[in-house]
């Protein structure tokens, strides 16, 4: 076990040393040189990418890393099937992507663009089920190195584009995607090759009916990967062919999603190691509720300074990150997206929870539910309120979501409503509150009254719940 968390905590130092890199500084800058109707064009596309990338593996990935992991012999006996059957789901994909772009009116200039991005999620997708073996051999280290491959090689490639000045011309929006492409693509063949010894051995037998399996075992974790998927990402979608000037609206937009993602990646890592930690609670009877509350208060620690500076400085912080393109606009557009921090806090330990007690129809209803209010709400408030009103939308949907995971939780468990426990929060909510107005009497640099609210965030944390925080991470990390 001590090994496991070695290992995870390995993973974790590369992608947070490698992804953040490549999020707010590589991509930013690209968005930051890019003609707005450029960069927002790039980010609609990729975004309508996503929308059928379930049709690339329903729940293969997750099936194989699965049987893998428990026989020995299943990887030499179904990788070329498998490999067969996510080939043909490829082509499906690509066709699929093609020609509903056609049907919803993608220009025959945005084409090349567009096969660019149906070709790296293609290879993604090859990439992530050969990590899966991987994992499932516990090659941890493999694969915390697989995982920031592609971007690290991204981040050296697309810095060279942008730092050398005779090449800096040459960047465009395919110029970017194709050097993510060459990382991904490295990628694959990385993972291929730690996985050659394996691979060698494969059997040339087929098995007719593992589509049937699989199908049969994975398709309800597909499905709600899938219409997780959709509520995240139709919004950038919709604001390109709902809204007179969609590529603009979504340049804005991205400018205040992509830090709403880097925040995100941090909270997706601690729910990665909370779902085999529940899975284990629950297995053995005991109870989950004080666990999952400090999950989410180490996770609400982080998410609600955020909210209050988000709020208070987002003019500041969105001029700081883009120079020549943030107004008052975007930086109201920043605030209400980091709003969704809590809500997607609650969503990462509770719906993790409910996850690994097997709830798995109910988080499928509660996300088609999820999706069609996000659709809705899109569809009304995009073409009045552009990019504004996605963030609303989003936002309504990740707090409609993330409550109801937390209702779920108290009413399957039966647990009982903490006052103590609330009444420690609103005191630090509120002192952290009246310090938004106080502190900058005492710092007059906004940088620096950033980090006094998160400081005084987590020495307030600490006074009132030193006990619990150290237990929690105890038993969350430390068994």
Same mark, same amino acid.
């Given at each position: ?12 130092i590369l992608n947070l040393l490698v992804k953040p890199v490549w999020i707010l500084v590589i991509d930013r800058a690209v968005q930051n040189y890019l003609p707005a109707e450029a960069y927002g064009g790039y980010f609609s596309l990729l975004s309508f990418s996503f ?167 994975? %398709?309800? @974790?597909?499905?709600? +990967?899938?219409?997780?998927? #959709?509520?995240? $990402? ?6 390109? =062919? *709902? ?54 208060? %180490?996770? @609400?620690?982080?998410? +609600?300074?955020?909210?209050? #500076?988000?709020? $208070? ?6 001029? =700081? *990150? ?158």
């Amino acid at each position: 076990m001590r090994k496991f968390f070695a290992d995870a905590l390995f993973v974790q130092i590369l992608n947070l040393l490698v992804k953040p890199v490549w999020i707010l500084v590589i991509d930013r800058a690209v968005q930051n040189y890019l003609p707005a109707e450029a960069y927002g064009g790039y980010f609609s596309l990729l975004s309508f990418s996503f929308l059928f990338i379930i049709i690339l593996d329903l729940g293969i990935n997750t099936y194989n890393n699965r049987s893998v992991a428990v026989n020995d012999q299943f990887f030499a006996e179904h990788f070329r099937e498998l490999i067969k059957v996510k080939t043909f789901l490829s082509l499906i994909y690509a066709a699929v992507v093609l020609v509903i772009g056609w049907v919803v009116g993608i220009s025959a200039e945005e084409l090349p663009l567009l096969i660019l991005l149906i070709v790296m999620q293609i290879l993604t997708s090859f990439s992530q089920f050969i990590r899966s073996n991987i994992t499932a051999w516990h090659w941890f280290k493999k694969e915390g190195i697989l995982s920031v491959t592609d971007r690290f090689v991204a981040i050296i490639g697309i810095a060279a584009f942008l730092w050398i000045p005779d090449w800096k011309d040459w960047l465009n929006a395919e110029i970017f995607v194709a050097i993510q492409l060459c990382g991904v693509a490295i990628a694959l063949i990385l993972g291929l090759g730690y996985s050659w010894s394996q691979i060698k051995h494969i059997s040339k037998k087929t098995d007719s009916g593992l589509w049937r399996k699989i199908l049969k075992e994975s %398709w309800p @974790f597909a499905l709600l +990967a899938a219409l997780m998927g #959709l509520y995240t $990402r139709i919004d950038a979608v919709m604001l390109k =062919f *709902l809204h007179t000037d969609g590529a603009l609206e979504t340049d804005v937009y991205a400018m205040g999603y992509r830090l709403l993602d880097a925040g995100n990646m941090f909270a997706a890592i601690l729910s990665g190691m909370l779902l085999p930690y529940f899975s284990r609670l629950l297995s053995q009877k005991n109870d989950t509720k004080r666990q999952s509350h400090v999950a989410y208060g %180490w996770m @609400f620690l982080g998410a +609600a300074p955020i909210v209050f #500076l988000g709020h $208070r400085y987002g003019f500041q912080i969105t001029s =700081f *990150l883009y120079p020549d393109k943030a107004d008052a606009y975007s930086a109201n557009i920043f605030s209400l997206l980091m709003t969704v921090f809590p809500a997607a806090a609650l969503v990462f330990v509770f719906g993790a929870l409910l996850t690994a007690a097997g709830s798995i129809r109910w988080l499928n209803r509660m996300a088609i539910a999820s999706f069609i209010l996000n659709f809705s709400a899109n569809l009304i408030l995009i073409p009045e309120f552009g990019a504004e009103g996605a963030a609303f939308a989003t936002l309504s949907t990740q707090w409609f979501f993330g409550l109801a995971c937390v209702i779920r939780c108290y009413s399957k468990f039966k647990w009982r409503f903490d006052l103590r426990g609330m009444t420690y929060w609103v005191l630090w909510l509120g002192i952290l509150f009246v310090s938004i107005f106080y502190i900058p009497q005492i710092f007059p640099p906004w940088l620096i009254q950033c980090v006094a609210v998160c400081v005084l965030a987590v020495v307030l944390a600490v006074i009132f719940n030193l006990a619990e925080i150290r237990k929690g991470f105890r038993n969350i990390f430390g068994q």
